[in-house]
């Protein structure tokens, strides 16, 4: 368990107080050598639908979640809370709610342009990751700030700064050696009813957890070449 604990109050209103930051500056070869090896890594993320049941090391997953809330957000509000499910009959009621979901998404709901984006990955509306996983994160967005006494006060670039949080979870579950998944059914809001989440939330996205089954396959994908997706100005 991490001996790292410390209680937050909201900054509404607190003076601005800055403080030395002065981290030891990196050789430029270390640096290289780094940057190198984070993008080999990075390269061997994929996205995995077939999950082993077998248990992950929960201490991972925390750190995971504590480097994701180490993202910067809007006025360092925070505006994010991460749902650990490790429920098996949790984890199956989510999953009922999610394909029905997804059966109206598939019949028609998502229209024709996008079920035509979605065939070459071979999605349906079956989702067994959701129970095969031995662990679902559900990621909410905190659209405002609510106080125990109901006082309420706005957030900002509340999409930006969680989708920042999410990328950098992503990144840490990769890098601990797990597996993940970003999914998105739509609508969610079953998601706040099932986890009895409080009215300040919306569901931004849920992320099973996990080792790639023994018979795990996935798409064979080319990502764009780096001087396609940078601009040098």
Request: hydrophobic fraction near 40%; aromatic fraction near 6%.
């Amino acid at each position: 368990m991490s001996v790292l604990t410390r209680n937050w109050t909201p900054t509404h209103g607190d003076p601005y107080r800055p403080v030395p930051y002065r981290p030891t500056r990196m050789d430029p070869t270390e640096s290289l050598e780094r940057a190198a090896e984070l993008r080999r890594r990075m390269d061997e993320r994929r996205t995995v639908r077939q999950f082993s049941a077998d248990p992950v090391p929960e201490q991972v997953v925390h750190d995971a979640i504590a480097c994701a809330a180490t993202a910067p957000s809007g006025a360092h509000q925070q505006p994010w809370t991460f749902v650990l499910v490790k429920n098996p009959e949790v984890r199956r009621q989510i999953r009922e709610a999610a394909e029905e979901e997804e059966r109206r998404s598939y019949e028609g709901r998502l229209g024709e342009e996008w079920l035509a984006a979605l065939r070459p990955l071979g999605t349906d509306e079956v989702k067994p990751h959701l129970t095969d996983a031995p662990q679902l994160i559900v990621v909410f967005e905190q659209r405002y700030w609510l106080g125990e006494d109901g006082a309420k006060r706005k957030h900002y670039y509340v999409d930006e700064s969680v989708g920042i949080a999410v990328g950098m979870l992503l990144s840490a579950l990769h890098l601990s050696g797990l597996a993940a998944l970003i999914h998105t059914p739509s609508p969610m809001r079953f998601l706040s009813q099932v986890l009895g989440r409080p009215e300040n939330e919306k569901a931004f996205a849920v992320i099973p957890v996990g080792y790639p089954a023994d018979d795990c396959a996935v798409p064979d994908l080319t990502r764009k070449a780096l001087p396609q997706v940078m601009v040098e100005v």
